[in-house]
């Protein structure tokens, strides 16, 4: 996937909808999506943008230019990170064997994302599904964290 960390205001997160073909979410925790594109809520300023890696080169041209003059930071990050789906009828259990957040669907329901952390290290979570989640972690962790969800699954299987 192509992936993008963009930092700006209210100003510059409205031009960059045009080229991204979606609204960023303004809602804390929440994930805006449409096709293949995603847009995660990171912070007050701080979203990370997602689109099949084909896209990529595009996207940030469109976005450069829809951003030109305007306060903003655009950054690939689609070197640094990797992402990973996690699903089934004990994703949730899983992931809380290394994750403190209380994952249940009410307290974290699809369309929801955060930083937090899987073990000893930083993930991005996204529930996308009743039992699916997204997980993208630096490319130097995703093994470990890849092995860890392999040793707690083990707990869940038949």
């Given at each position: 996937m192509a992936r993008f960390v963009l930092r700006a205001r209210a100003t510059a997160r409205d031009a960059a909808a045009g080229p991204l073909?979606?609204?960023?979410?303004?809602?804390?925790?929440?994930?805006?999506t449409r096709g293949d594109r995603a847009a995660l809520w990171l912070g007050p300023d701080e979203w990370l943008l997602l689109a099949p890696a084909g896209e990529?080169?595009?996207?940030?041209?469109?976005?450069?230019a829809a951003l030109s003059g305007l306060p903003h930071s655009l950054v690939d990050v689609g070197d640094r990170q990797l992402g990973l789906i996690v699903e089934g009828p004990e994703a949730a259990s899983a992931l809380n064997v290394g994750c403190p957040l209380d994952l249940d669907a009410a307290a974290f329901p699809i369309g929801?994302?955060?930083?937090?952390?899987?073990?000893?290290?930083?993930?991005?979570?996204?529930?996308?599904?009743?039992?699916?989640?997204?997980?993208?972690?630096?490319r130097s962790f995703m093994p470990y964290v890849e092995s860890y969800l392999a040793e707690a699954s083990r707990e869940f299987s038949g």
């Open positions: 073909g979606m609204a960023l979410p303004a809602e804390a925790c929440r994930a805006a990529g080169p595009a996207l940030a041209a469109a976005l450069s929801m994302c955060t930083r937090t952390v899987f073990a000893k290290c930083q993930i991005v979570l996204w529930r996308t599904g009743p039992l699916r989640f997204h997980v993208e972690a630096w």
